[in-house]
């Protein structure tokens, strides 16, 4: 057990807040907010595979955890009016497994599969042929006696999920006709996401409450959610249950979620670099040890935001702190930067 085990800001969908999520999902691709390239493109592909009474391309949704490649991939069967089938990569174990879903699916019936980079190889190579022909190889028996029978598939829609495009395999990339690239999303849009939330969940929103949580939500929907939550906890203990910027501000405060969303783990990582080490270059080994903390963590939980925020940045010498970094913690830069990267943060319009 650790100092920041509590972790409001992290990504990854937590194992108590499923139901809530489910709720919350947009279930059209007019009620999705923001991302709207992948929108427009989406519904030219949609579109035109309906006027073609064809099921449409297999579609790759890529990018960073709770953005919304689950809903989206909701969506495109409502969208479609067709039924989906969820399964997961590491869910997917035998070749086996999957030519029985396979076989089982109906025509344009979409197949949803998440951390689809994880999928075992045996039963990627499958998939190949199945997302090409409409065709998967049954071996049947073994050793040199073994046949393989093909069988076809009623023509249907592949939607995958990754949060690591760049652990997909070359073949399997290839057979997607569509990739769409999710992105964070900007404070506004945020807002929208939460106003939305906060009607389904009764949750009365006055003035900037709203972008008060949005700034705090590192451009992620399902924080941004999350957050609205805790504030609402807070408003309904604390307050009279109606959030403004002031009730948003200090229920965030007690969570320990500063203005930029920065958490505990986040601000001690920083507050050594600066205030310890100078502003680095300083190993990710030291500067663990003295947040109390494991390299893992600090590597896998606080860097990723840290570097993406223009925070933190990490040279062949160690980590360093940028300029942006020494004035968040009030404290004046070093001439010459202080570190050899960029000063802007991602909140610089
Ligand atoms: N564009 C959006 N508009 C409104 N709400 C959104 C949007 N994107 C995500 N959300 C909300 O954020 C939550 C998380 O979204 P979702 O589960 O689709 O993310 P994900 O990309 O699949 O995450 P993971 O990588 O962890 O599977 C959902 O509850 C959904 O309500
Ligand atoms: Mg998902």
Known sequence: MTEFEEDVVDPAVLPDERDVENSLRPRQLDEFVGQPKVREQLSLVLESAMRRNRPPDHILLS???GLGKTSLAMIVAAELGAPIRVTSGP????????????TSLGEGEVLFVDEIHRIARPAEELLYM???????????????????IPLDLAPFTLIGATTRAGLLT???RDRFGFTAHMDFYDPDELEQVLRRSADLLGVQLRGDGGAEIASRSRGTPRIANRLLRRVRDYAEVRADGVVTTAVAAAALAVYDVDELGLDRLDRAVLDALVRRFGGGPVGVGTLAVAVGEEVETVEEVAEPFLVRAGLLARTPRGRVATPAAWTHLGAVPPPGGGGDSPGRTLFDA
């Open 63 to 65: 990018g960073p955890p």
């Open 91 to 102: 869910a997917i174990e035998r070749a086996g497994d999957l030519a029985a879903l396979l």
């Open 130 to 148: 199945a997302m090409e022909d409409f065709r998967v190889d049954v071996v049947v028996g073994k050793g040199p006696g073994a046949t393989a």
């Open 170 to 172: 070359g073949p399997l």
